[in-house]
Structures are given as C-alpha cells and as structure tokens.
C-alpha cells in the first residue's frame, strides 16, 4: 500500500547550522509532497510544497527538493533558530485526492542556542 | 491561529461509550477532513467532506462516522470506544477539492478513553 518513510526520527543541530530530512514514497502515483510543522499543542502548520513537475521549491531558509526517480523528497532549513524546533511531517498525495495525505512518521528537531 | 475550530480541546470517557468531536472550517472552505494522530499510527487520513458530501474515506473504523452540515461545520463521532481510540484527532479544511490542496489544521481533540 501507500507509504512514505521519513529519516531521522530525531535531529539535534545547533542554532546556525543546516538541518535535513529525507522522505521516501511508495506510491509512483503521487504527485503533490507538503511538509508541516507541528509545535507542542497545535495542529500542523503548511511550511512548503512541491509538485512532481518542479525538482526543486525554496522559501527564505526553508528548500524542498524532489528526486522523482528514486521516489525521495526532502526538507532542508538553513540557519537553523531556536523557534525551529518543532516535530516536522512530510506527506505525499496523488493529484486526484489532494486531501487525502500520507505522513511521514515525523522529525523532532531541535535547535540548541 | 489556522482559523479552523475543533472542540472540545480535551475529552476523556470510558470504554463503549460514544462521543462527538466538532469542527468548523475556515471561513470559506468548502473541504473538511479528519485525521487521527497517535504514537503508533502517527497521523492517518479518516475521511473527507465536501460542501455536505462525503468525498473520501481512508482507515476509518466502522464504528466511527463523520457528517458535514449545511453550514460547512463538521462532526466525528466514535462509537463502541476502546482503549485503542485513545488519540488526538484533528480537523482540517482546504477551499476546495483542486488537485494540490493545502490543508489547514485546527488544534485538535485529545481523546482520552478510560
């Protein structure tokens, strides 16, 4: 069935440094690749997304880059700050079901000052 | 603050009983779906509405049922509860059903069965 991986389950960087986490998907259908971002006691919040037909999506210190090929997708945030500590999800959907996400198991980052 | 609205925030009950979980969308959001967060499972897709009719179903239990009312609020309610059912449940909306849809997630329900 549907399945997306997500590595590592744990990150502890330093406030400045880089942070990446990879996502793989089983569903070659898939075509639309969300990454949230879950603080304590909320819900998860939309960071970035990418579509299959774009290899790679930037926004400030947050890039995505997709690798369709090998199935692979991942989250990278460049100077890493204190407030980015959170749990982070990717997710992956077919173009016909857009609400219909599969998760990632998660990331907790953490960033030390 | 997402806009979208899920009470109550906290609801503990006792194995076989039935509870009802709210949500309203955000202002204009035709889609409403639910997801189930817990440790093991993480977060799975339930189901989905639009405008009052249901769109898709994922690993949602039998004896749980969702409806959207003509005021594009939304109810989940779990019947027969076990001690499995034990999770946070969220409430997401989207504008429509276009091909990439970005959700947003309201705050949750904490279920808690005893």
């Known amino acids: 069935g549907e399945n997306v991986e997500q590595h590592p389950s744990t990150l502890s960087v330093q406030e400045g440094d880089s942070a990446v986490i990879k996502c793989t998907y089983s569903?070659?259908?898939?075509?639309?690749f969300p990454w949230y971002k879950q603080e304590l006691g909320k819900g998860p919040q939309l960071i970035i997304d990418?579509?299959?037909?774009?290899g790679e999506k930037k926004d400030q210190r947050i890039a995505v880059t997709l690798n369709k090929t090998a199935k692979h997708f991942s989250l990278h945030i460049t100077e890493t700050q204190p407030e980015d500590s959170a749990v982070y999800f990717c997710a992956a959907s077919r173009g016909n079901q857009g609400g219909k996400l599969i998760f990632g198991q998660g990331t907790e980052l953490s960033v030390k000052p | 603050d997402s806009g979208v609205t899920q009470t109550p925030k906290h609801l503990i009950t006792a194995t076989g009983q039935r509870v009802t979980l709210r949500c309203s969308p955000r202002s204009g959001d035709l889609s409403v779906y639910w997801y189930q967060q817990s440790l093991d499972q993480g977060l799975q897709f339930l189901i989905q509405?639009?405008?009052?009719?249901?769109?898709a179903k994922g690993n949602i239990l039998e004896r749980f049922s969702a409806q959207q009312f003509p005021d594009l609020h939304s109810e989940l309610n779990l019947s027969s509860l076990e001690l499995g059912d034990s999770a946070l449940y969220f409430c997401?909306?989207?504008?429509?059903?276009?091909?990439?849809?970005?959700?947003?997630f309201g705050s949750g329900t904490q279920l808690s069965v005893l």
């Open positions: 569903d070659s259908a898939s075509n639309y």
């Open positions: 509405y639009y405008n009052g009719e249901e769109r």
């Open positions: 997401a909306s989207s504008v429509d059903l276009g091909i990439t849809e970005k959700l947003f």
């Open positions: 990418i579509r299959s037909n774009v």
